[in-house]
């Protein structure tokens, strides 16, 4: 059996099943088997399709409410103090600035206090950048000449080891600091689609997914540009998912059992797409789905870098032990192809960890032992305040003060401005910045 053909005996029988219905197809399916139950008794299937609509339709009234009148997420302003943070411009300048008239006008509250929009924020950057060169990239750090596009893949197939709240705060991080992101959405679940406000059976249309670029049917493929969304968050940009992106792993063992693909292999073809869009983004956040699949694979092969998320507990480092050993497998038959993976660094990330924890402790400890600085000095500790943003779809940036505890909100910012403060600087070593 040749390499891929490994490969595909390997994937499938993790994966195996058969192509998913159409959104519309599905849709319906719903719809006409919530019809059928009514007055009769269901079915175990029937009964998951009812219920399938029932919390649909009760996400969809929530976000309503969290966000009327167009059920839209928005993102709060700032105030000089935090922009003055953010930018490194003293806040004395600020206010100066504002007295007389120079740079983007804030709005005012009514005790005279300025705030300031992300996009407002970066018009300050690039005013600074402009006006003092040598500083350029203090205030303005996206990539120069020579930079490559830094595409960072979030990992792991354990569920619940943090790998979207991770993206989310890296993403909104990133874009705060002024860098340009993309988030990409692998992970049919799609949670990170629904951070961003867009909930995937209802506002995830067909072939607006990455599989809209990735398939390989020609005439339905999409360049990867129309399928890119602006989001609420300024500096951040979405390719959503939703059930849809599984369809990739049911069609690409079809196609390369039949050989019938005359374009790229399936591994390149996620790379090649994230060409086309390279000069737009300082960095390509890859939101993987918990298993190891083409997707996976495919993204494993796109990225520069890697963050493989970690809960210390025994369970989870076991199942993670797994992980590497079939990944391992896997780029090896990947490198007998002729693939080569270039990769500026791999990380661990001890995630939802508790540094009170005696057990957890002696988790992190081997971990440290065993893989030395490939495991992140800062770890992203479990708090309350990251769990109460989550509930109201946001990170731990979206929060104002008051909203939660001063020193739970604190601990929390603190923790979580370390991680992504770690993996920015990885990013600039890669660049070659010092």
């Keep these: 059996m040749d390499g891929f053909g490994r490969i595909v005996l390997y994937l499938w029988r993790a994966n195996a099943g058969k192509p998913a219905e159409s959104r519309q197809e599905g849709k319906m399916a719903i719809a006409n088997r919530v019809e059928s139950a009514a007055g009769s008794q269901e079915d175990a299937g029937s009964k998951i399709m009812r219920h399938a609509g029932i919390l649909s ?11 009327p009148p167009r059920s839209e997420k928005t993102l709060r302003s700032f105030s000089t103090n935090e922009v003055s943070k953010l930018t490194s411009i003293p806040d004395s300048t600020l206010k100066l600035m504002s007295t007389e008239g120079r740079g983007p006008v804030p709005s005012r509250l009514e005790n005279n206090h300025r705030l300031y929009t992300l996009a407002q924020i970066n018009e300050l950057r690039e005013l600074f950048a402009k006006q003092k060169p040598a ?17 960072l893949a979030i990992a792991n197939f354990k569920g619940g080891s ?97 050989k019938s693909s005359s374009g790229a292999i399936f591994f390149e073809r996620l790379k090649l797409a994230l060409s086309e869009v390279e000069a737009d983004y300082d960095v390509v956040i890859l939101d993987t789905p918990p298993s190891l699949g083409f997707l996976t694979l495919s993204a494993i092969y796109a990225a520069t870098s890697m963050i493989i998320t970690v809960h210390p507990a025994m369970l989870d480092v076991a199942s993670m032990s797994q992980f590497l050993l079939m990944m391992g497998d896997l780029i090896s038959v990947l490198n007998e192809s002729g693939a080569q993976l270039d990769q500026d660094f791999i990380r661990y ?29 800062p770890t992203a500790i479990e708090s309350t305040a990251v769990e109460a943003a989550g509930l109201g779809k946001r990170s731990i940036y979206e929060l104002e003060m008051g909203q939660i505890g001063r020193d739970t909100h604190k601990r929390a910012r603190e923790s979580v401005d370390a991680v992504n403060e770690a993996i920015a600087r990885l990013i600039n070593d890669s660049w070659g910045r010092t």
């Excluded at 500083?135 to 930079?147: K, Q, S």
């Excluded at 001890?350 to 490939?374: C, E």
């Design 57 to 67: 339709g009760q996400l969809q009234q929530l976000r309503t409410r969290m966000y």
């Design 135 to 151: 500083d350029a990239l203090r205030f303005l750090p996206r990539r120069r000449a020579g930079e490559h596009l830094q595409v």
């Design 162 to 258: 943090a790998k979207t709240t991770t993206c989310i705060h890296l993403s909104h991080y990133l874009a705060l600091q002024g860098y340009r992101v993309l988030a990409l959405d692998l992970d049919p679940q799609a949670s990170l689609s629904a951070m961003f406000g867009a909930q995937p059976e209802l506002d995830v249309g067909s072939n607006e997914t990455i599989y809209a670029a990735l398939r390989y049917d020609e005439a339905e493929r999409r360049p990867i540009r129309d399928i890119i969304r602006k989001t609420y968050f300024e500096g951040v940009d979405l390719i959503p998912g939703n059930l849809e992106v599984m369809e990739y792993e049911h069609e690409t063992p079809r196609v390369l059992a039949n």
């Design 349 to 377: 990330l001890i995630t939802r960890h508790d540094p009170n924890d005696a057990p957890q402790s002696q988790v992190v400890a081997m971990l440290r032992h065993l893989f030395g600085t490939d495991v992140l000095l």
